[in-house]
């Protein structure tokens, strides 16, 4: 019977690549298409609200939505 060859001690499980290289222009522009879509659907609601008509349910969670896509990227 032959023995399965052995690691040696530093290597360990292959590290998995980053999606797209980690490429840092690419999380510049994804970060700041989500900071465009936030404003984009924040401004929606808060238009309405600025003409003097009471928020919908649907409007208030919207300005939730876009205020913790904000926060969170």
């Known amino acids: 019977m032959s023995r399965p060859a052995e690691a040696s001690p530093g ?3 292959p590290q998995p ?3 797209f290289g980690g490429c ?8 700041t298409g989500l900071l465009l879509a936030a404003a984009w659907l924040y401004q929606g609601p808060r ?4 003409r003097g008509i009471p928020p919908s349910m ?3 969670a919207q300005i939730t939505f876009a ?3 904000r926060r969170g990227g």
């Not at 840092?24 to 970060?31: A, E, N, P, W, Y």
């Not at 238009?47 to 600025?50: D, F, N, R, T």
Request: hydrophobic share 40%.
């Open 11 to 13: 290597s360990g499980p």
């Open 17 to 19: 690549q980053p999606l």
């Open 24 to 31: 840092l222009s690419c999380r510049f522009v994804c970060g």
């Open 47 to 50: 238009s309405v609200m600025k």
């Open 58 to 60: 649907g409007a208030i």
């Open 67 to 69: 205020l913790s896509e």
